[in-house]
């Protein structure tokens, strides 16, 4: 979470350091901020981030203790509840969340669960969370699959 805000206020240091000139700016859909600089007349397209893009970035980052605290030998904590929500955020696209999506869903909350239940396999049970993710990006958005392989635990 320190990282994503540190990079959100860097983003808003070098934008907000650049000229000033009018921007008139107008909401399109739940996921598009597109803006209109008056003086050239080019337009810019802001991502803001579905409730599924932030939990998975949430996730992610939760992910990414809980390796260290399995590498560590750490006692490893309270499966985290707010994961369910995988199941009923709302997507970018909601026709994403279909049959494929619901199962690989239920792939990685079942990996992530055993973590918990079963802490002499953490790794494995951890591994098997991350293939879960690999394979839906796969299908889905392959976008961030370099972003989650950094976080397999190897041997």
Same mark, same amino acid.
């Given at each position: 979470?320190?990282?994503?805000? *540190?990079?959100?206020?860097?983003?808003?240091?070098? /934008? @907000?350091? $650049?000229?000033? +000139?009018?921007?008139?700016? *107008?909401? *399109?859909?739940?996921?598009?901020?597109?803006?209109?600089?008056?003086?050239?007349?080019?337009?810019?397209?802001?991502? =803001?981030?579905? =409730?599924?893009?932030?939990?998975? +970035?949430?996730?992610?980052? &939760?992910?990414?203790?809980?390796? =260290?605290?399995?590498?560590? !030998?750490?006692?490893?904590?309270?499966?985290?509840?707010? /994961?369910?929500?995988?199941?009923?955020?709302?997507?970018? &696209?909601?026709?994403?969340?279909?049959?494929?999506?619901? +199962?690989?869903?239920?792939?990685?909350?079942?990996?992530? =669960?055993?973590?918990?239940?079963?802490?002499?396999?953490? $790794?494995?049970?951890?591994? &098997? @969370?991350?293939?879960?993710?690999?394979?839906?990006?796969?299908?889905?958005?392959? !976008?961030?699959?370099?972003?989650?392989?950094?976080?397999?635990?190897?041997?």
């Amino acid at each position: 979470m320190k990282r994503f805000l *540190t990079a959100l206020a860097s983003a808003l240091l070098i /934008f @907000g350091c $650049q000229s000033k +000139e009018k921007v008139e700016s *107008t909401a *399109t859909a739940d996921t598009t901020v597109v803006a209109k600089d008056s003086a050239s007349g080019k337009k810019f397209e802001m991502y =803001e981030m579905s =409730e599924m893009a932030m939990l998975m +970035e949430q996730m992610y980052v &939760d992910n990414q203790r809980l390796k =260290e605290r399995i590498r560590n !030998g750490e006692t490893i904590g309270e499966f985290p509840s707010h /994961f369910q929500k995988i199941h009923s955020a709302a997507m970018t &696209d909601p026709s994403e969340n279909d049959a494929f999506f619901k +199962e690989k869903a239920a792939d990685f909350i079942k990996a992530q =669960e055993l973590i918990y239940k079963d802490p002499k396999n953490a $790794q494995k049970h951890f591994n &098997d @969370g991350v293939d879960a993710c690999i394979q839906c990006h796969q299908v889905k958005c392959a !976008g961030p699959i370099a972003r989650i392989k950094k976080l397999y635990i190897k041997q």
